[in-house]
């Protein structure tokens, strides 16, 4: 009996050690103040990061190329960014990859000043966007050649940082147009700014990226960060009234109208699949403008920017199925 209580004894904080590993401390960053970065607020506001073993640190970095570095030299080993700085990086030589797709379409507006309303007034002007080679600056090119115009020829293309920047901008006559989301183009539109275009294509948006590297050192981390997606992408679709409440704090925003079309416009599954497989057309759409100036990404497929492993296996095993059948 003795010696049953001494070995129960040791073997109890081993066990007690081994139960507080499992939780992981990371930092993972967002990379603008838009609602397609809502799955990482809705994991942490609903304890489903914690449900999974992750604690997780929320930074905001101002645009995709910040995003990179932190992702990079691990600092930020796993972020919520965009399609064009994780091709751009990748096309580049760093190892960066998508491991969950997020959104796989690209919605954005160009939301001009009040006395700019066609194509020939704009040109000569500028438009704003957070940083070069970011979702922001692809989409305001696509833009511009909806308008008819050639991007940096006829329209300066300027790095304003993130949306609250762009807005500001665009109030303040810096610019003449911004790229600006769903909820920031309706608030745009109430200040009295006026929509010139729209794009709307399938596309790599805002989704899971990290690296080979810390793919192939700590695989457990990333499978369970991509179980927090699936499962917090659900919780959204799912819960209205919690939805709204995680981008009415995240965004600043609490015009009901807006939250509602907000909240309306995100959940579509065409845009926000439940099974959040990375779109390799939306990362083609991508790499087509890179290849006209870069080789590498001209011999590059879509293919090598991509790990699905993790959906897939989630996938497969019928466990994304099983979150919607009561949906």
């Not at 004894?9 to 990379?31: C, D, E, N, R, W």
């Not at 992750?54 to 101002?62: A, N």
């Not at 910040?66 to 990086?89: E, F, H, K």
């Amino acid at each position: 009996m003795n010696r049953l209580i001494l070995a129960v004894s040791l073997l109890s904080p081993l066990s007690f050690s081994l139960a507080s590993a499992q939780i992981t401390k990371m930092t993972v960053g967002y990379s603008a103040i838009g609602a397609v970065h809502f799955p990482a607020w809705m994991a942490k506001e609903s304890g489903i990061f914690r449900k999974n073993n992750l604690d997780v640190q929320l930074v905001y970095f101002t645009g995709g190329t910040t995003a990179v570095m932190a992702l990079v030299s691990r600092d930020a080993p796993i972020n919520q960014m965009a399609g064009p700085a994780v091709v751009s990086a990748g096309a580049g030589g760093a190892d960066t990859v998508m491991i969950a797709g997020g959104f796989v379409t690209a919605d954005q507006r160009l939301m001009s000043r009040p006395d700019v309303k066609t194509a020939e007034q704009l040109k000569g002007g500028s438009v704003a966007i957070a940083r070069f080679g970011g979702l922001a600056d692809s989409l305001a090119r696509i833009a511009l050649q909806k308008l008819g115009l050639t991007p940096v020829k006829d329209v300066a293309i300027v790095q304003i940082g993130g949306i609250p920047e762009r807005l500001s901008a665009l109030e303040k006559g810096k610019v003449q147009a911004a790229m600006l989301g769903t909820s920031d183009s309706l608030i745009a539109e109430k200040k009295g700014f006026y929509s010139l275009v729209s794009v709307s294509i399938p596309y790599q948006s805002v989704g899971v990226a990290t690296t080979r590297r810390f793919i192939r050192e700590s695989p457990e981390i990333a499978k369970r960060y991509v179980k927090s997606q699936i499962e917090a992408i659900h919780r959204f679709k799912t819960d209205r009234e919690m939805g709204r409440r995680v981008l009415a704090k995240y965004l600043a925003l609490q015009d009901k109208e807006i939250l509602e079309k907000t909240y309306d416009d995100l959940i579509t599954d065409d845009k926000l699949p439940p099974k959040q497989y990375p779109t390799l057309e939306g990362i083609k759409k991508i790499l087509e403008p890179l290849a006209q100036t870069d080789p590498k990404a001209k011999a590059a497929k879509p293919e090598d920017f991509v790990d699905m492993s993790f959906i897939k296996e989630f996938d497969q095993s019928g466990y994304i199925d099983a979150l919607y059948k009561k949906r």
